[in-house]
């Protein structure tokens, strides 16, 4: 079924109904953000009337196989954690009319705070910190998996999915990977040259990324084995209480990484915290503090040695390159002075590391 008729209401309607028959779908409003289909929804139920939310995988950015995992996490994550997350009320891996795999979950209240996290005030903005530091740590506690990997569904369980040349055995070879992949998707005009204004605007910095990256790689100490890591958790996937700063709910958790935690923590870091930006250098410095306390605490066995934090420095500069690479798409409805004025803070940041 092509995107077009996947988000017709009579498609809405029989997803809704092939998971739960016993509920009416009174009105749809679809979402104007993301690439696959999101719809949120009046429901009648024998108990009353609820809202929920509808997500179908209608686009390629995601593979079926990893977006089947969404559900099953969500699942996961609520009946072992206090990771606040919607409650799943049916989900399918295939089906032979509507596009799948989808699944109905419940709507949680709360407001999205992406790339404007100065609405919240001090003390809210510091809760979603902490509160990412305890949510982070519960979730690499649910245990170590076998190697490093998206995270996806094979014969309908939860399974750590083979890279594109097979399996990945070795966390530094992954990375290693992806770091060169980045850089060269910088010296090639970033990931979207397409909608690159610019498209050779860090091409001087390549070359001096390239050494001290790699030689960084070179000496990067022992990873931790690898675990459940919600990469992409940002302002974007959170809905917060305005008001207190409280967490409602953590969304996105398609497209899981299995990987050492201080990975995690410097991809959160990286989206959380923007020194020389949203946040000056001593702000972002306290709210580091906080969030790694909050995961220190929430983990008995946890320390931040120095050799984990020269590897989550590591980590960081390579997720400078990759938001880098990104600029065109993060960046394309942004003014010609607001673009180069992230350039600016982006030099800045890789400035301290060569």
């Known amino acids: ?20 028959p016993e509920w009416t779908v009174d009105s749809i409003r679809r979402s104007e953000h993301g690439t696959d289909l999101v719809a949120f929804l009046d429901v009648s139920k024998p108990s009353g009337r609820s809202d929920a939310v509808l997500k179908a995988t209608t686009a390629d950015f995601v593979t079926p196989e990893i977006a089947r995992s969404e559900p099953r996490l969500l699942d996961l994550v609520g009946r072992e954690t206090t990771i606040p997350v919607p409650q799943v009320f049916g989900f399918a ?4 009319e509507y596009p799948a795999p989808f699944y109905v979950m419940e709507r949680v209240s709360g407001r999205n ?36 990997g998206r995270v996806g ?27 060169e992949e980045g850089l060269d998707a910088l010296a090639d005009g970033t990931y979207y040259p397409d909608l690159a204004v610019e498209p050779e605007r860090f091409v001087d910095l390549v070359p001096a990324l390239r050494e001290e990256l790699g030689a960084r790689l070179a000496s990067l100490t022992e990873p931790a084995l690898p ?31 299995a990987a050492e935690p201080a990975y995690n923590l410097a ?29 220190a605490a929430e983990r008995d066995d946890w320390a931040f040695t120095a050799a984990i934090e020269e590897r989550i420095e590591t980590y960081r500069l390579k997720c400078r390159v990759d938001a880098m ?23 800045a940041f890789v400035a301290r590391y060569l």
């Open 113 to 148: 705070y992406e790339g404007r996290p100065a609405d919240l005030d001090a003390a809210a903005r510091e809760r979603v910190v902490a509160e990412t530091g305890r949510n982070l740590a519960q979730l690499h506690d649910l245990g170590t998996l076998p190697r490093v």
């Open 227 to 257: 675990r459940y890591c919600h990469w992409d958790y940002r302002y974007g996937n959170l809905l917060v209480d305005p008001g207190t700063g409280a967490t409602r709910a953590v969304l996105d958790w398609a497209n899981l990484l």
């Open 325 to 347: 690479a990104c600029l065109p798409l993060w960046l394309q409805d942004a003014t010609p002075a607001e673009r180069d004025e992230r350039e600016r803070q982006h030099r």
């Open 1 to 20: 079924m092509s995107d077009e008729s996947s988000a017709t209401d009579a498609a809405i309607h029989g997803m809704v109904a092939s998971l739960r």
């Open 153 to 179: 569904v094979r014969d309908g369980e939860l399974a750590v999915l083979d890279g594109e040349h097979g399996r990945v055995e070795d966390f530094r070879a992954w990375l290693r990977a992806d770091i």
């Open 93 to 96: 891996d295939s089906h032979p």
């Open 267 to 295: 991809k959160t870091e990286s989206h959380l915290l923007d020194p020389g930006a949203a946040d000056s250098t001593e702000r972002a410095a306290t709210l580091r503090e906080l969030f790694r306390d909050a995961y």
